[in-house]
């Protein structure tokens, strides 16, 4: 099994402020995702990074996997209400293709 | 917009009844996978199934579940004699591709009771 640890496991925040939650792990992933998750439904799909070091912005969020590939953040800038919620972050197996190992999530909440 | 949808959206069930739970994938995807959600947990894998057959499965699919395809739209998770410990969240997924562009779309979930 290969473990994802997401810090912090909960952020409350003013809007307009900058926050980063991590996803670390002992273990090395052959990619690794984002899903934001909203209660009572599916975790929905922010981005998925695949080389180390790589970066992704996404209009105010910005992803970073790690250089070895066993890490990975999400920056996000000038947080607004809207961005409250959960966020999961899931990695690939590196030999286990088609296998995924979720974080147990960090929630986020905004206040306006 | 295609999406993923399962059904029944709620399922309640006595302990040790067999319970199917349906997903029909985005048609063009060729990946399929199901997972799990207990309350206030983390997400977990349980399998993942391509070309007809299971590519990965967790270890907590064991004997007691199983996944078919039985035609060209539908993805079936049967469980075989449910267990109060099964009482969770559970969700399939689809992608059409791996690696660079990858992208894995969730269903809405099927709440499983078990009483």
């Given at each position: ?112 | ?10 399922q309640?069930t006595?302990?040790?009844q067999e319970v199917i739970l349906r997903c ?8 399929f996978y199901w997972y799990r959600?207990i ?5 977990e894998f349980l399998v993942s199934f391509?070309?007809?057959e299971i590519s990965e499965k967790s270890e907590i699919f064991d004997d007691q579940f199983s996944v078919e395809r ?5 993805f079936t998770l049967k469980i075989r004699s449910t267990k109060?410990e099964d009482s969770a969240?559970y969700f399939c ?17 099927t709440?499983l009771?078990v009483?």
């Amino acid at each position: 099994t290969q473990l994802l640890e997401q810090s912090p496991q909960f952020l409350s925040i003013q809007e307009g402020e900058n926050l980063t939650v991590y996803c670390n792990s002992s273990s090395v992933f052959s990619s690794l995702q984002w899903y934001r998750q909203e209660p009572g439904e599916g975790p929905v799909l922010l981005v998925t990074v695949v080389t180390g070091g790589e970066v992704k912005k996404l209009k105010r969020l910005t992803f970073q996997f790690g250089d070895a590939r066993k890490d990975s953040s999400l920056h996000i800038t000038a947080a607004q209400p809207g961005d409250t919620g959960l966020y999961l972050c899931a990695g690939e197996g590196r030999c286990n293709f088609n296998k995924f190992y979720f974080g147990s999530g960090t929630k986020l909440n905004v206040k306006p | 917009e295609p999406e993923v949808t399962q059904t029944p959206s709620h399922q309640v069930t006595q302990m040790g009844q067999e319970v199917i739970l349906r997903c029909v994938p985005i048609s063009n995807h060729l990946y399929f996978y199901w997972y799990r959600q207990i309350l206030g947990q983390k997400v977990e894998f349980l399998v993942s199934f391509y070309n007809n057959e299971i590519s990965e499965k967790s270890e907590i699919f064991d004997d007691q579940f199983s996944v078919e395809r039985p035609d060209g739209s539908n993805f079936t998770l049967k469980i075989r004699s449910t267990k109060l410990e099964d009482s969770a969240m559970y969700f399939c997924a689809s992608s059409r591709d791996r690696g660079i562009t990858y992208e894995q779309y969730f269903g809405p979930g099927t709440r499983l009771t078990v009483t």
